[in-house]
């Protein structure tokens, strides 16, 4: 349809079919008879079923069949046939899981990231879904939320880089397109930043924090062309996000220019009762309209409560005909109009879900994002005789997938799988008894621990431990982030044993390994990697892949230590060298993490010289810096490695981070093989918000580059 002929429809709707385009609710209240939602019965919501005829889109209904029929039906009682809108939590995949993105972060791939992200819109546009709850782009710095799964990481440039990557992968250039779907990035905003790990609770940083670190990534997803944003449950300056102007009117709309659709997270609108910021249901839809929340997902307020804002003059209806234009103008952009069914087709659904090329895209990413943590006396790659024996609770668990994984089976997933695949000699298993989930109120696996004797005869014993995916990911909180007791124990017990022990970590964050570290020889930190899970975990334990991973958020020593991130301040009393009275530090604990962000080991060496820093003014790009150095693998052994480049804004109008990430690049390096790699450094990179706008200010830089936040050359230059 042209934008004349949507403007038109909008002039002829009613109130109630605009306000209806402005409610999402999930699946179930397509039925016909009064059903019971996910929040309460319809009645609650004081919901009528002729109000289900207007409704403008739904959420995680999955399968062609079945969206075709639904359309189908809503398109023959909704009055002006308008289509329904489906939408999803696509988040890393749909069948074809592949990793979770905190560790598709740690693969510090953007391409690998976008060619996941168009296998996803693959396979969702084929079951009907024409639009993902997807990236999730909130940076995060504590690994107490069990949401930091779902997103990129502790930094902005890498989270922007993955945004955008992921945006581009679903939407690709016409989200109409039969195999695309439209990108809602969330949560908008800062909700990584919830007090104390706690989901839900608030946020309450600085306007510089906020705009220097939390932002980035939702401007990426912007400019990047997303079609929606989603508000996020927490406050930003004691304003729930839902009914927050100055994030959807001042920064997303009139800042930035963001000409796209705003859905609330699932019954943010009635959660600003709760949050006590309104009296009742009509004054949270009067905030939320306001704000320009252009959808209401899972309640009604918009429903029950406009007309009377309206009437009482308290609500403009110009503000409900600009969001219901915006959402008739996504259907458009997704072709609904012409097309209702975009790409749903039940006989093509079962040859794109789970094919040959996406399997294989899912054991790429899953092995790309695998961090090496420790590789005690080079006992990695596994000696190709060596008897090998198997003990943990994830050693034969198809619980590797992760959260807001829709799979339908995860038997090739399990590492034992993997390794059989591999033809590994495994000689004996012991304690493998899966675990459990917190949130059913397991707390850890049996103590089996005499059974270890089993594994006496082995070479070296793979130990798969970790967390429960369900206890990770939304409303899944931890203010312990060690390993259960009995996992360790059996770490412990192993070791004492005189094994070789290779431990691979099953987590959806970074947990609190210092106490384990001591009885381990290797650590493969495995996060949640999907549906090749295992066979990647035994490609890289084999040697046939070469780990490249690096660490997209830092593990701390201890939760005491929490919130640990790279790109700190360095404030009025550094800790210099030793620990000492009177200066930042603990007296039970070093100040930096266990492993830092950017941090990851390979079966190759490379080793980093010559760094050459020169002044190189180009008005064109705004490059004012040309940085070299030359990286060479030392070793037999070809790899890739993921060069990494910082600057540290010496003296500023505001104070600065002690180093900042500005750019990365992964070069291919073969046995003994060196290469010389350049970045440009831009005016933008040396920019930053000075708590009124983003400057460049003159002045002392210096100029990092190197294998991880910690392992770097520098060189100081005056600008
Ligand atoms: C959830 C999550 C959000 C998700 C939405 C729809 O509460 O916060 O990330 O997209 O509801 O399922």
Same mark, same amino acid.
């Given at each position: 349809?042209?934008?004349?002929?949507?403007?038109?429809?909008?002039?002829?709707?009613?109130?109630?079919?605009?306000?209806?385009?402005?409610?999402?609710?999930?699946?179930?209240?397509?039925?016909?008879?009064?059903?019971?939602?996910?929040?309460?019965?319809?009645?609650?919501?004081?919901?009528?079923?002729?109000?289900?005829?207007?409704?403008?889109?739904?959420?995680?209904?999955?399968?062609?069949?079945?969206?075709?029929?639904?359309?189908?039906?809503?398109?023959?009682?909704?009055?002006?046939?308008?289509?329904?809108?489906?939408?999803?939590?696509?988040?890393?995949?749909?069948?074809?899981?592949?990793?979770?993105?905190?560790?598709?972060?740690?693969?510090?791939?953007?391409?690998?990231?976008?060619?996941?992200?168009?296998?996803?819109?693959?396979?969702?546009?084929?079951?009907?879904?024409?639009?993902?709850?997807?990236?999730?782009?909130?940076?995060?710095?504590?690994?107490?939320?069990?949401?930091?799964?779902?997103?990129?990481?502790?930094?902005?440039?890498?989270?922007?880089?993955?945004?955008?990557?992921?945006?581009?992968?679903?939407?690709?250039?016409?989200?109409?397109?039969?195999?695309?779907?439209?990108?809602?990035?969330?949560?908008?905003?800062?909700?990584?930043?919830?007090?104390?790990?706690?989901?839900?609770?608030?946020?309450?940083?600085?306007?510089?924090?906020?705009?220097?670190?939390?932002?980035?990534?939702?401007?990426?997803?912007?400019?990047?062309?997303?079609?929606?944003?989603?508000?996020?449950?927490?406050?930003?300056?004691?304003?729930?996000?839902?009914?927050?102007?100055?994030?959807?009117?001042?920064?997303?709309?009139?800042?930035?220019?963001?000409?796209?659709?705003?859905?609330?997270?699932?019954?943010?609108?009635?959660?600003?009762?709760?949050?006590?910021?309104?009296?009742?249901?009509?004054?949270?839809?009067?905030?939320?309209?306001?704000?320009?929340?252009?959808?209401?997902?899972?309640?009604?307020?918009?429903?029950?409560?406009?007309?009377?804002?309206?009437?009482?003059?308290?609500?403009?209806?110009?503000?409900?005909?600009?969001?219901?234009?915006?959402?008739?103008?996504?259907?458009?952009?997704?072709?609904?109009?012409?097309?209702?069914?975009?790409?749903?087709?039940?006989?093509?659904?079962?040859?794109?879900?789970?094919?040959?090329?996406?399997?294989?895209?899912?054991?790429?990413?899953?092995?790309?994002?695998?961090?090496?943590?420790?590789?005690?006396?080079?006992?990695?790659?596994?000696?190709?005789?060596?008897?090998?024996?198997?003990?943990?609770?994830?050693?034969?668990?198809?619980?590797?997938?992760?959260?807001?994984?829709?799979?339908?089976?995860?038997?090739?997933?399990?590492?034992?799988?993997?390794?059989?695949?591999?033809?590994?000699?495994?000689?004996?298993?012991?304690?493998?008894?899966?675990?459990?989930?917190?949130?059913?109120?397991?707390?850890?696996?049996?103590?089996?621990?005499?059974?270890?004797?089993?594994?006496?005869?082995?070479?070296?014993?793979?130990?798969?431990?970790?967390?429960?995916?369900?206890?990770?990911?939304?409303?899944?909180?931890?203010?312990?982030?060690?390993?259960?007791?009995?996992?360790?124990?059996?770490?412990?017990?192993?070791?004492?044993?005189?094994?070789?022990?290779?431990?691979?970590?099953?987590?959806?964050?970074?947990?609190?390994?210092?106490?384990?570290?001591?009885?381990?020889?290797?650590?493969?930190?495995?996060?949640?990697?999907?549906?090749?899970?295992?066979?990647? *975990?035994? !490609? /890289?334990?084999?040697?046939? #892949?070469? +780990?490249?991973?690096? =660490?997209?958020?830092?593990?701390?020593?201890?939760? &005491?230590?929490?919130?640990?991130?790279?790109?700190?301040?360095?404030?009025?009393?550094?800790?210099?060298?030793?620990?000492?009275?009177?200066?930042?530090?603990?007296?039970?604990?070093?100040?930096?993490?266990?492993?830092?962000?950017?941090?990851?080991?390979?079966?190759?060496?490379?080793?980093?010289?010559?760094?050459?820093?020169?002044?190189?003014?180009?008005?064109?790009?705004?490059?004012?810096?040309?940085?070299?150095?030359?990286?060479?693998?030392?070793?037999?052994?070809?790899?890739?490695?993921?060069?990494?480049?910082? *600057?540290? !804004? /010496?003296?500023?109008?505001? #104070?600065? +981070?002690?180093?900042? =990430?500005?750019?990365?690049?992964?070069?291919?390096? &073969?046995?003994?093989?060196?290469?010389?790699?350049?970045?440009?450094?831009?005016?933008?990179?040396?920019?930053?918000?000075?708590?009124?706008?983003?400057?460049?200010?003159?002045?002392?830089?210096?100029?990092?580059?190197?294998?991880?936040?910690?392992?770097?050359?520098?060189?100081?230059?005056?600008?």
């Amino acid at each position: 349809m042209t934008d004349k002929q949507i403007r038109e429809l909008l002039a002829s709707m009613s109130l109630e079919e605009k306000l209806g385009e402005m409610t999402q609710m999930a699946p179930n209240f397509f039925g016909t008879e009064d059903s019971v939602d996910l929040t309460g019965p319809m009645k609650q919501m004081n919901l009528r079923s002729e109000d289900v005829a207007y409704l403008g889109s739904t959420l995680n209904a999955f399968g062609a069949e079945k969206l075709i029929q639904m359309q189908k039906e809503h398109m023959a009682r909704q009055p002006h046939h308008i289509p329904l809108m489906f939408m999803a939590d696509v988040i890393h995949g749909l069948k074809t899981i592949y990793p979770i993105p905190l560790a598709m972060g740690c693969s510090f791939d953007t391409g690998l990231m976008e060619e996941a992200a168009a296998m996803a819109a693959r396979e969702s546009a084929v079951t009907g879904v024409h639009l993902t709850f997807s990236p999730m782009a909130d940076l995060v710095r504590d690994p107490r939320w069990g949401r930091v799964m779902e997103s990129p990481g502790e930094d902005p440039v890498l989270n922007a880089r993955m945004t955008e990557a992921a945006v581009r992968g679903y939407q690709g250039d016409d989200i109409a397109a039969p195999d695309r779907i439209a990108s809602c990035f969330k949560h908008f905003g800062g909700y990584g930043a919830s007090e104390a790990g706690r989901d839900y609770n608030t946020v309450d940083i600085s306007d510089g924090t906020l705009r220097e670190f939390y932002l980035t990534a939702y401007k990426a997803a912007v400019d990047a062309g997303a079609a929606m944003a989603m508000t996020s449950f927490n406050t930003i300056d004691r304003i729930p996000a839902s009914g927050n102007k100055k994030m959807f009117r001042k920064i997303l709309r009139e800042e930035w220019g963001f000409d796209g659709v705003a859905i609330t997270d699932f019954s943010a609108i009635h959660e600003m009762i709760a949050h006590g910021i309104a009296a009742d249901g009509k004054e949270a839809a009067r905030y939320a309209l306001e704000a320009g929340a252009d959808i209401e997902m899972m309640s009604a307020h918009y429903l029950n409560y406009a007309r009377e804002l309206i009437e009482e003059g308290k609500v403009d209806i110009g503000l409900i005909d600009e969001a219901v234009l915006r959402i008739l103008q996504l259907k458009n952009k997704l072709g609904l109009f012409e097309n209702p069914f975009k790409g749903a087709d039940p006989d093509k659904e079962k040859e794109v879900h789970l094919c040959k090329e996406h399997l294989e895209l899912a054991r790429r990413a899953a092995a790309r994002s695998i961090v090496l943590l420790k590789n005690e006396g080079g006992l990695l790659p596994l000696a190709k005789d060596a008897k090998v024996g198997l003990a943990g609770p994830f050693a034969d668990s198809v619980d590797v997938l992760g959260g807001w994984a829709f799979a339908d089976s995860a038997e090739r997933a399990t590492l034992l799988n993997g390794l059989k695949e591999h033809g590994v000699n495994i000689t004996a298993t012991a304690m493998t008894q899966r675990m459990g989930a917190m949130q059913r109120g397991i707390m850890d696996v049996e103590d089996q621990t005499a059974e270890l004797t089993a594994l006496a005869d082995c070479d070296v014993v793979i130990a798969g431990v970790g967390e429960h995916p369900e206890d990770t990911g939304e409303s899944a909180s931890k203010t312990v982030l060690r390993l259960s007791h009995n996992q360790e124990k059996m770490l412990e017990r192993l070791h004492d044993m005189g094994k070789k022990v290779i431990a691979v970590i099953f987590s959806g964050r970074p947990m609190e390994i210092r106490p384990v570290l001591p009885f381990c020889d290797a650590v493969v930190q495995a996060w949640f990697l999907g549906i090749e899970a295992g066979p990647a *975990i035994a !490609d /890289v334990l084999c040697g046939d #892949v070469n +780990p490249s991973g690096r =660490l997209s958020m830092s593990f701390p020593q201890t939760v &005491g230590q929490v919130p640990v991130y790279y790109n700190h301040m360095n404030t009025g009393r550094p800790l210099a060298g030793k620990p000492h009275r009177f200066v930042s530090c603990y007296l039970d604990c070093p100040n930096e993490p266990l492993f830092p962000f950017g941090y990851g080991l390979s079966y190759s060496e490379y080793r980093y010289s010559g760094l050459s820093v020169e002044k190189a003014v180009d008005a064109e790009d705004g490059t004012m810096l040309k940085v070299s150095v030359d990286v060479e693998n030392v070793s037999d052994v070809a790899g890739r490695e993921t060069i990494q480049l910082y *600057i540290h !804004d /010496v003296v500023a109008s505001v #104070v600065r +981070p002690v180093k900042e =990430l500005k750019d990365f690049v992964q070069v291919d390096l &073969g046995a003994h093989e060196k290469k010389t790699v350049s970045f440009k450094v831009t005016r933008e990179m040396l920019s930053y918000w000075n708590n009124q706008a983003r400057v460049f200010e003159p002045g002392d830089f210096e100029i990092m580059v190197g294998h991880s936040s910690e392992e770097l050359l520098t060189a100081r230059v005056t600008l």
